[in-house]
């Protein structure tokens, strides 16, 4: 056909296997999506269709390139969700510049995978206090959590401390087993878990022995000074007002801090009563504090959460 046309992207020094996915699934999705005819030989990709579906599917390829470049191993719903960003005009070369994290110790670079995403962490790199709002599954804790894992290493901070409100979402506390440790573990565990995504575990454990790791309820926080140390509280919207002007007021001299939260999932008796609410009614404006609003587009969890989570704001409930 006349106005049939080919374009062809170079994939030097990208994994294959990492970006066609398993059986090619990944390039049989982008054909799919955006009606190309798809190939991946050698260090080549090609893309093959109308002037119109080909110019669509190199800026979608394109991006697929680069973040499989950064060593994330893509899936499906990496396509998707970039086909999307495409569709919405908010497609940008996130993995450009410098908000990637390369992790010491493990050979791996944590990178946005979303426009969103990348202006959360362009947020951290900026301000002292950030606050980062969102639906679950967009990353707000695991990329405040790899900022604080590099200032660390880049000796910027000479610790991290992870804080959560130990909220009772439905269940009660006194009937977990064992001591205060165990029963605020499982609200904590979220915060180990990307840790130790970020970390080899010896040097988790050590680095929490040696008090350069702190993970600890936020009622912890209460009459100290927290210096050169990088702050994150976490699941914020179930911290009460007082809670919060306690939480903010810890922070000591080259110290820096992100506030994560979601303001569906407030599990306080009275939602007014959240300390994220009055934050975001109270503190936009002052220099030095950003705010970071992450969408359903910034989910990078199972396509089905992003779904799940526009459900439920239909319904009402998000």
Do not use: W
């Not at 495409?86 to 994290?101: A, H």
């Not at 439905?170 to 205060?180: H, Q």
């Not at 499982?186 to 080899?200: G, N, S």
Request: with cysteine; net charge negative; aromatic share 4%.
């Amino acid at each position: 056909m006349s106005d049939e046309t080919i374009q062809r992207l170079s994939t030097e020094g990208v994994d294959p296997l990492a970006l066609a996915g398993v059986n090619d699934g990944n390039l049989i999705e982008l054909a799919k999506r955006l009606g190309v005819r798809v190939s991946l030989r050698g260090d080549t990709l090609t893309l093959q269709g109308s002037v119109g579906a080909v110019e669509r599917a190199t800026q979608v390829a394109q991006a697929l390139v680069d973040l499989a470049r950064m060593g994330e191993p893509l899936d499906v719903t990496d396509v998707e969700r970039v086909v999307s960003e495409e569709s919405l005009g908010t497609l940008g070369r996130v993995v450009d510049g410098e908000y990637k994290i390369i992790l010491p110790g493990l050979r791996r670079v944590i990178a946005p995978k979303t426009a969103g995403q990348r202006e959360y962490l362009e947020a951290i790199a900026q301000h002292d206090i950030v606050i980062g709002i969102g639906p679950a599954g967009t990353g707000k804790t695991y990329l405040a959590v790899a900022a604080a894992v590099d200032a660390l290493a880049r000796k910027r901070v000479r610790r991290i401390v992870l804080a959560r409100p130990a909220v009772e979402a439905g269940e009660s506390l006194g009937f977990l087993p064992g001591d205060l440790q165990e029963k605020v573990d499982p609200y904590l565990r979220p915060l180990y878990d990307a840790l130790e995504d970020m970390m080899p575990r010896d040097r988790v454990q050590k680095a929490i022995e040696s008090r350069t790791i702190e993970i600890a309820p936020l009622a912890y926080m209460r009459g100290r000074t927290l210096s050169d140390a990088f702050v994150i509280l976490d699941e914020a919207q179930n911290a009460t007002g007082m809670q919060m002007k306690m939480f903010l007021t810890r922070l000591g001299v080259n110290s820096r801090a992100v506030i994560t939260g979601d303001k569906t999932q407030i599990d306080l008796g009275n939602r007014e009563d959240s300390g994220l609410l009055q934050v975001e009614r109270i503190l936009p404006g002052i220099e030095g504090i950003g705010f970071c609003y992450l969408m359903d587009t910034d989910v990078v969890r199972h396509r089905l959460v992003r779904d799940i989570i526009r459900a439920y704001a239909e319904d009402g409930q998000g």
